[in-house]
């Protein structure tokens, strides 16, 4: 046993991943350090805590977090209900980070700064990976540097949405304008004054772009003069609505279906192959300069909502030496297994710590993190991906490669239709004879099933599976 083996391993993040993760130190016999920059446990969540997930409880509670809260006379929910972030929050993450062997770990309020090697700059190789890690994290009580033997970094990447700008970059006058919000605003609750009556834009194409589209359509329904515009980069709107009865997530299957129905009604006003120049605030109100299906537009609107997705924030790990695709933004063995540039229908190949590692020897990014800018995100692949990182900590190595994760199938495809070589993201290409848009879609409707969900005509497809 080297000194190392009796110091705590750091956990970055509180959310489900985060604590997931501590669950399955806590099995192994190892102490974890939890640092959550919020006030709460799941402080991300509660910002959508509004919000209905697609996926049921079943999916959403981690099997090592599930014994310990069976430990305590826990209360399990409904296996197929549907929670909200709060729900989660309060009747999963709370009673969790609640569990004795937990709570001794969990540091709130606590916002990491920086992770080195303990004694050693980025550049200093010799002896290095049998040094600890320092993490760096300030509080209410100023600044503490803490010994572990390990990170996991399960921090999310809530807290970094991606901008309106279609390059990447916000656009002009984005960041000075407290009309724009992102993420998913409480807008038919918390925030319903900001919203009915009023006319806004939601830019974006995923699920959470749906979700705020539906619930302005709520306040619609209370307030005629509520006026909704929906902005897509794309050119048409039918590879917007996912596998629809296809998805094996039936709540996701259902909002494509509901939004479909809502551009045929004409509740929404749709604009594509949208793209903004700018912004400027006129009389409260902003003035928005576009294009849309390749013309000029002026538009003015009270508020807008983006949902373009969210980044990673790497900039507290600089000092460690961390690879990552360099589009993605994911590990590069794991990038070429969510790129929505080529695939995928909706699912993701079991992966554990052989794709999740780095150069610096235990250190990992898990979560929503690990998949860097790629959009869709299952909490059972965090689950997942924790359970295999702790056992390669621990030294179980043999069950830290023994990888099995069955997820629901989407219904959505991201690749180009028609041209995917074979073995592609939906198994390649149709055979010529047969009516269907790729492999998976003739496999689909030969079972009876009326497709796989992969747009009908060609061209590539948008990021429609983010979310839970």
């Given at each position: ?94 009673p969790l980070s609640g569990v004795p062997a937990i709570a001794r770990g969990l540091r709130l309020g606590a916002s990491v700064t920086a992770v080195a090697r303990s004694g050693f700059d980025k ?297 995917a070589p074979s073995g592609g993201c939906c198994g390649g290409p149709a055979p010529a004879a047969v009516d269907a848009c790729c492999a998976a879609d003739a496999v689909a409707k030969s079972a ?21």
């Amino acid at each position: 046993m080297t000194s190392n083996e009796s110091l705590p391993v750091a956990v970055v993040g509180a959310g489900p991943v985060g604590l997931a993760a501590a669950a399955r130190l806590v099995v192994r016999g190892i102490e974890p350090l939890i640092l959550e920059r919020g006030a709460s446990v799941g402080a991300a969540l509660l910002e959508w805590g509004h919000v209905r997930v697609f996926s049921p409880w079943k999916y959403n509670i981690d099997d090592a977090a599930r014994n310990l809260l069976d430990a305590t006379g826990w209360a399990a929910p409904v296996p197929d209900h549907l929670p909200t972030g709060r729900e989660i929050v309060e009747d999963y993450l709370l009673p969790l980070s609640g569990v004795p062997a937990i709570a001794r770990g969990l540091r709130l309020g606590a916002s990491v700064t920086a992770v080195a090697r303990s004694g050693f700059d980025k550049v200093s190789s010799i002896g290095r990976d049998e040094r600890p890690f320092v993490v760096r994290y300030s509080n209410g009580d100023g600044e503490h540097d803490a010994i572990v033997r390990a990170v996991i970094d399960a921090s999310g990447t809530w807290g970094q949405p991606n901008p309106m700008g279609a390059n990447g970059l916000p656009v002009r006058g984005e960041r000075f304008s407290d009309r724009v919000s992102y993420g998913i605003p409480d807008v038919a609750g918390t925030r319903r004054a900001d919203f009915i009556g009023k006319r806004t834009l939601v830019v974006g194409s995923g699920h959470s772009a749906i979700n705020v589209a539906l619930a302005l359509m709520e306040l619609q329904e209370t307030d005629p003069r509520t006026e909704i515009f929906w902005a897509l980069r794309h050119h048409g709107v039918d590879r917007l609505l996912g596998g629809g009865l296809n998805d094996q997530l039936p709540e996701r299957g259902a909002l494509g279906l509901a939004a479909k129905r809502a551009i045929v009604d004409g509740h929404l006003n749709m604009l594509t192959s949208f793209s903004v120049q700018g912004l400027t605030s006129e009389d409260g109100r902003v003035s928005i300069e576009a294009q849309a299906g390749g013309k000029p537009l002026r538009l003015g609107v009270d508020q807008v909502v983006v949902v373009t997705g969210f980044r990673p924030d790497f900039a507290f790990l600089r000092e460690l030496r961390i690879e990552v695709d360099p589009a993605v933004e994911a590990p590069p063995a794991l990038a070429p297994l969510i790129d929505p540039n080529l695939h995928s229908c909706g699912t993701v190949p079991p992966h554990g710590v052989e794709e999740l590692g780095h150069p610096e020897k235990d250190f990992y990014i898990v979560g929503s993190k690990s998949y860097g800018r790629a959009p869709t995100f299952l909490m059972k692949t965090g689950y997942e991906q924790v359970r295999s990182v702790v056992a390669e900590i621990a030294g179980d190595h043999a069950s830290a490669r023994s990888v099995e994760l069955v997820l629901p199938e989407t219904g959505v495809c991201s690749a180009v239709v028609g041209s995917a070589p074979s073995g592609g993201c939906c198994g390649g290409p149709a055979p010529a004879a047969v009516d269907a848009c790729c492999a998976a879609d003739a496999v689909a409707k030969s079972a009876g099933k009326s497709g796989c969900g992969c747009p009908p005509s060609g061209g590539q497809s948008e990021r429609v599976s983010e979310g839970v």
